[in-house]
């Protein structure tokens, strides 16, 4: 079983080696000695159990199962990166936050469409998933409760 509990690190570097083609370019890009490069993509390699790379005179080439697998971990990447900037910047006060609960009678329908509108009039909001707190049935005719808090 691949273990994949990943080093970001290695992976910034194979990034740069694909980038770059070469061992020595990524290691250039990254301020590291080359020989640090070659080693995380030997780590990486026994870490993943395939090769991501094949090594020639004219530099390193991404191995068919490399580039399959970097196509997404580069996508995996840009995810956290983005989250991280987006916790930041709510950190700073910069973004504002909105969490919701709610009754599963409201997740549906009406309350869809009022947080699709929301986030299109205010992109300033950091998005993430919504709650359920309850699944209480709602008997016919009756109100149920949105609980909002901002901050």
Known sequence: MTDLSLDLRYLRCALWVAE???F???AKALELPQSTVSRRMQLLKHRLGFALFGRSRSGAKLTNA???FLRGAAAAANHLD????LAAAVDRGERDQ???AFFASLSA???HRLLRTFRKRHPSFAQS???QIA?????FGRQAVAIWRFG
């Open 98 to 100: 909105l969490r919701l």
């Open 82 to 85: 983005r989250a991280a900037q």
């Open 129 to 131: 998933s919504a709650r």
């Open 24 to 26: 020595r370019g990524a």
């Open 66 to 68: 490399g580039d399959d």
């Open 20 to 22: 770059f083609g070469s």
């Open 109 to 111: 329908g009406y309350l």
């Open 135 to 139: 699944s209480v049935p709602v008997p």
